[in-house]
T-cell receptor, first 109, second 111 residues
Framework: DAKTTQPNSMESNEEEPVHLPCNHSTISGTDYIHWYRQLPSQGPEYVIHGLTSNVNNRMASLAIAEDRKSSTLILHRATLRDAAVYYCILRETGNQFYFGTGTSLTVIP | DTEVTQTPKHLVMGMTNKKSLKCEQHMGHRAMYWYKQKAKKPPELMFVYSYEKLSINESVPSRFSPECPNSSLLNLHLHALQPEDSALYLC??????????FGPGTRLLVL
């Protein structure tokens, strides 16, 4: 069973904010929420992670629901270079990372 | 240097061949990973090494044999593979932080 669920695809206009949702209803108290993105023909690239509180970094923001059963990755101003598959991942206690199905983001000029 | 390198970039092998994939990192990371990624699917965890010891094996068939000769190097030995094993094989490493660093992958085709 998938540990996280995401929409298959989303579109955004360039320079507009993008909100990418993820459901993780079976998350346990110690699981970290990670987001990675993968451009064509490349390995995944780290975007952001969090445990309970909202997080910001230079790439994006992560909003985590109070019950932790869902989260949203926010790209504040989408650029053409942000077109990629975005994966929501749970990092369980230890070293296991389980990728969700991913959302393919298309950015429209 | 935050680079994870993987060789070869591409590999074509027959079902009776034996080949190896190589992954290297020089960031001092003590956790290293192998993932398998089929086209248009997410990466699937195969193996995790922690401090050079195999800590996780996600029920991977024995025709895949991982090896961690030292803290910088991770190998995946392949033997008697099936055409359905054709995929992108990704290596990653992680240090004390939460961040995993991925290599570009080896694209494997089994004929």
């Amino acid at each position: 069973d998938a540990k996280t669920t995401q929409p298959n695809s989303m579109e955004s206009n360039e320079e507009e904010p993008v909100h990418l949702p993820c459901n993780h209803s079976t998350i346990s108290g110690t699981d970290y929420i990670h987001w990675y993105r993968q451009l064509p023909s490349q390995g995944p690239e780290y975007v952001i992670h969090g445990l309970t509180s909202n997080v910001n970094n230079r790439m994006a923001s992560l909003a985590i629901a109070e019950d932790r059963k869902s989260s949203t990755l926010i790209l504040h101003r989408a650029t053409l270079r942000d077109a990629a598959v975005y994966y929501c991942i749970l990092r369980e206690t230890g070293n296991q990372f389980y990728f969700g199905t991913g959302t393919s983001l298309t950015v429209i000029p | 240097d935050t680079e994870v390198t993987q060789t070869p970039k591409h590999l074509v092998m027959g079902m009776t061949n034996k080949k190896s994939l190589k992954c290297e990192q020089h960031m001092g990371h003590r956790a290293m990973y192998w993932y398998k990624q089929k086209a248009k699917k997410p990466p699937e965890l195969m193996f995790v090494y922690s401090y050079e010891k195999l800590s996780i094996n996600e029920s991977v068939p024995s025709r895949f044999s991982p090896e961690c000769p030292n803290s910088s190097l991770l190998n995946l030995h392949l033997h008697a593979l099936q055409p359905e094993d054709s995929a992108l094989y990704l290596c990653a490493s992680r240090g004390r932080s939460e961040t995993q660093y991925f290599g570009p992958g080896t694209r494997l085709l089994v004929l």
